[in-house]
């Protein structure tokens, strides 16, 4: 805007926009205005008017005049609005009451002009300040204005504009209520003015500010005359008077009388302007001429002027440094008086030859200096001196020193040459320079082809335009260190670390890279990485990454509403693969089923090796148990089958756990847990099977648990009991021996039945301690009994296979014996037939150990496991024990009657014994006689008694229990 910013500028200040004597002329002028209304208001109101309507005028004049040089929309809207304003305002005066201009209309029409009028003021100040800072277009402006007064024109005097005033009635609501609108449009206009008053000189923003309040309390005085000639009409004016006042002085004075007085009041200021850059400039010639004799003094370069004849006539410090003489000693001396004659002969006809050409030279040159006859080599620039007229006066000479750094730039060359890094120096458009014979390994290419060539060629991890920020990005940062991947020239990619060096070489701006094959170094961390996450042998996730993976998918599968399983797989007797046939044939055969394994799971599904023998895997589906069900039926029978390995066929079967997500848990934690619990319960129900976790087995699992930490003390308690069952010889219905059964008495769980302890104590191990345990207080009852006078017999220890297998188990035996005195006849091992098929070769040394012993041996259950004639022939036994699965049924099932007649028949064929368990009644009894069986035990003959019982028994009640 135009001077409206203006409030001290120049040298002086712009003059008071009011003051005193503005205020006071006011005052004296309103006096004058209240004389004339009281003498005639017709001619007060037409007074006033007409202020008002020059002062519109003159805003437009001074706005429109100024619009090709301001550019601020402020001034430009509130002119065009004040001249739109004054032609309304022109109409409203003429057609006044009194005047009778023009005759058919009354009161109404100068008041309608009036709410035109002041509505359209209001709205050209709000518009004006909204645009403030903002360009407009003048002639669309002054279009639209006009367009809008014509229209308002139109609509009141065709008489489609409000009745405001109605004669002998007064105002009507509408004038009320919008003399109240306009007092809160100009309220506002304040409002706004005084928020973005920082536009504005602060004199002027105060005189804007009064201005609209000023028009408010105008507008809230004709809210309420009641006669166009009536007091508060009166007073309405004169506050509208008052605001044009303020408008005028705001506006006008400050855009036009401020530019006259600043410009009268600056040409004074001119003339002291112009002698104070006389004497700047002379200061600053000083201080340059004071500056280039400092630069010359103190600069590292030699610095040296002759005349015409070859003389020094200025030689700077480094000069007198060269040639280790004072300055009063090199001025007016030649070089032939300064440097030996060889030097001198050079410097000479060069320094000829430039005044003889007029041509600067720049050459490169060996000076010896006087410390110890050193030889330096300097570059250097000479050059003629001119007078005015372009003749050749003298002339001068810079030399700077590069021996230290031709030396550095050699050595660093010779680095670079044979670096094992690859040297690039790259151009600002990425091409190669020079480049270094690792460079050239690196990439497959010779120096010649490099040279033609450009980062972007040798790069595949970015693009050309990717290139180029990246380098800009560089140039900015000064240096930088990244990964990237190469293409060799036979197409293989190489990952390479890149430092780059941007520096200015001769002006021109140069990247030096050093680029590094770190193929190795990234293999290495990524077999680190895979290692740490897969297994080695399997290839599969280990249980580590399965978490993570595991995690992931339930929380997709949670996201999506879906269900998943966890399926943990054990196979069986792993163990037993390994100890036969060593871990080479066990390593092979893991990598075979985990193969197996991989076909078995889906695209989505998930599978690892937990370790040793264990997998586990992530399938989906799982909303559907028998889909469930069918694909562990498939996985059992797929680890199941036979796998041929370099010498051998092995079979290997598995036993699996599921549990379901969300149904039996929401976390790989608790999920692999009931997993586990529900795999246990498939070991436990005969192994090569699958189960699901129900909450059944969690209770069982907590028993099984709860009984394992009561078990772990019952030796030392004395808790444990045994029992024994007496076995008849059928055909003499004599007392030949004794089965130890073992009881467990708790004082809280009363007596625990060995099918639910002896399980968890072969899984735990304590089978062992509470094995031998077995055996000695067995035989030492025995011979207990022996030394009472009852007749010798044998008493029967069942052995459990983890017991069997212990190395010192034969020792174990020996040492009993030894310890008791029971003699090793009278000792009889139980042993099942599973025991016998696995690592058959190491069972039948124990055997014979045991056999060496004299102890005697009995196959327990026999026909419920995998009998073989094979191993009966090759196990030194003496007594196969027919299970009572087999006796039982034989009175009612004639298939149970015939195997029980093959194993008698059988084993007799060997030379072997039998012995029937389970024999409830005489007739039985009298059927194994029939069948030629030789032994027997069961309720039929006696229950399980402890020790003391048994002495009692034996002597008064054999012949009765027998039925005779």
Request: glycine share 6%; proline share 3%.
């Amino acid at each position: 805007m135009i001077a409206l910013n203006l409030d001290h500028a120049g040298t002086g200040k712009a003059p008071r926009l009011l003051g005193f004597r503005h205020v006071g002329g006011l005052v004296v002028f309103c006096a004058l205005l209240h004389f004339t209304a009281r003498y005639n208001y017709l001619l007060f109101h037409t007074l006033v008017e007409t202020i008002r309507i020059v002062v519109l005028g003159s805003i437009f004049v001074l706005a429109w005049n100024s619009r090709r040089w301001v550019s601020d929309g402020f001034l430009l809207i509130v002119g065009i609005g004040s001249i739109c304003v004054a032609a309304l305002e022109i109409l409203h005066t003429l057609s006044f009451k009194g005047l009778n201009l023009f005759p058919g209309y009354d009161a109404n029409l100068p008041t309608q002009l009036w709410i035109a009028f002041r509505y359209l003021e209001g709205a050209a100040f709000l518009a004006a300040l909204y645009n403030i800072g903002r360009p407009v277009r003048a002639d669309l402006l002054l279009t639209g204005g006009s367009l809008l007064t014509l229209v308002l024109g139109v609509l009141i005097f065709s008489g489609n504009f409000p009745d405001c005033y109605i004669e002998g009635s007064g105002l009507t609501p509408f004038k009320i209520v919008s003399e109240f609108v306009l007092i809160g449009i100009f309220s506002a206009c304040a409002g706004a003015i005084y928020v973005q008053r920082h536009h504005f000189a602060p004199s002027v923003a105060r005189l804007l500010i009064a201005a609209m309040l000023t028009a408010a309390l105008a507008d809230f005085a004709f809210t309420s005359y009641a006669g166009v000639f009536d007091a508060a009409n009166e007073f309405g004016h004169y506050l509208l008077f008052i605001s044009s006042f303020l408008l005028y002085r705001a506006v006008l004075v400050a855009g036009i009388a401020s530019p006259f007085d600043l410009l009268f009041r600056s040409l004074k200021q001119k003339e002291s302007e112009l002698e104070a850059k006389v004497a700047e400039r002379t200061a600053a010639l000083r201080k340059s001429q004071a500056l280039n004799r400092a630069v010359v003094e103190n600069s590292p370069a030699v610095i040296y002027l002759t005349d015409i004849d070859r003389r020094y006539t200025l030689a700077n410090a480094a000069f007198e440094r060269l040639i280790g003489k004072p300055r009063k000693e090199i001025l007016g001396r030649t070089a032939f008086d300064l440097f030996p004659q060889n030097v001198a002969f050079r410097l000479d006809r060069r320094n000829h030859n430039v005044i003889a050409t007029n041509q600067p030279l720049l050459e490169t040159e060996e000076i010896r200096t006087h410390l110890d006859s050193d030889t330096r080599l300097f570059k250097s620039v000479h050059f003629p001196l001119l007078d005015e007229h372009g003749q050749v006066v003298g002339m001068g000479g810079i030399a700077t020193d590069i021996t230290d750094s031709q030396i550095a730039e050699e050595r660093y060359g010779a680095i670079i040459r044979s670096s094992m890094d690859a040297f690039m120096m790259v151009d600002e458009s990425a091409n190669l320079l020079e480049v270094n014979d690792a460079a050239c390994e690196l990439s497959g290419y010779s120096r010649g082809q490099l040279s033609q060539m450009s980062v972007a060629d040798l790069d595949a991890a970015v693009d050309k335009d990717t290139l180029m920020a990246v380098m800009r990005r560089i140039a900015r940062e000064g240096s930088s260190r990244f990964d990237s991947r190469w293409r060799r020239k036979d197409g293989e990619l190489r990952d390479v670390e890149v430092s780059v060096q941007y520096l200015l070489h001769g002006g021109a701006p140069r990247y030096y890279c050093f680029v590094r094959d770190i193929s190795g170094r990234k293999a290495a961390a990524a077999r680190i990485e895979y290692l740490a996450h897969h297994d080695l042998l399997t290839a599969l996730p280990n249980k580590l990454l399965f978490q993570q993976q595991c995690r992931e998918a339930l929380l997709a599968a949670e996201r999506d509403g879906r269900n998943r399983a966890l399926v943990y797989l054990d196979l069986d007797d792993f163990k037993a693969i390994n100890d036969t046939l060593g871990h080479a044939v066990g390593d092979e055969l893991l990598r075979e089923l985990a193969a197996r394994v991989r076909t078995l799971i889906g695209e989505h599904d998930l599978a690892c090796r937990v370790g040793g023998d264990e997998f586990l895997m992530l399938v989906g589906d799982a909303n559907d148990q028998q889909r469930l069900a069918a694909f562990a039926e498939r996985t059992l029978a797929a680890l199941a089958e036979p796998v041929q390995l370099d010498s051998t066929v092995q079979t290997c079967t598995a036993s699996i756990g599921i549990a379901r997500f969300p149904e039996d848990g929401a976390d790989f934690d608790t999920l692999y847990r009931k997993a586990d619990t529900a795999m246990s319960q498939a070991k436990a129900a005969g192994r090569n099977i699958f189960r699901f976790f129900d909450e059944a087995m969690h209770a069982q699992l907590v028993e099984r648990r709860h009984l394992l930490a009561l078990l772990r003390g019952a030796l030392e308690r004395d808790e444990l009991r045994l029992h024994y069952q007496p076995q008849i010889d059928l055909h003499t219905g004599t007392v030949i021996g004794a089965e130890a059964l073992i009881r467990w008495q708790h004082p809280e769980l009363g007596m625990v039945s060995p099918a639910r302890f002896i399980p968890i104590a072969e899984e735990s191990g304590l089978i062992v301690p509470i094995g031998t345990w077995v055996m000695r207080e067995a035989c030492r009852q025995a011979k207990a009994w022996q030394d009472a006078g009852l007749p010798h017999f044998v008493v029967a220890v069942n052995l459990s296979a983890v017991q069997f297998r212990r190395p010192d188990f034969c020792q174990t035996v020996a040492n009993t014996l030894a310890d008791t005195g029971l003699p090793p006849g009278c000792l009889e091992l139980e042993l099942t037939e599973s025991l016998l098929i696995n690592d058959a070769d190491g069972v039948l040394e124990t055997v014979r150990q045991l056999k060496a012993l004299g102890l005697q041996l009995s196959i327990d259950d026999f026909g419920t496991g995998y009998s073989s004639l094979a191993y009966l022939k090759r196990f030194d036994v003496d007594k196969l024990k027919i299970d009572q699965s087999f006796v039982r049924d034989m009175d009612r099932d004639a298939d149970s009657a015939a195997l029980v007649l093959a194993i008698v028949q059988m084993a007799h064929s060997l030379g072997l014994k039998t012995i029937a368990e389970g024999v409830e009644h005489d007739h039985l009894a009298a059927v194994l006689r029939g069948l030629n069986c030789d032994e027997a035990q069961g309720y039929h003959f006696a229950r399980p008694m402890p020790a003391a019982d048994i002495e009692g028994w034996l002597r008064s009640a054999v012949a009765t229990r027998m039925g005779r």
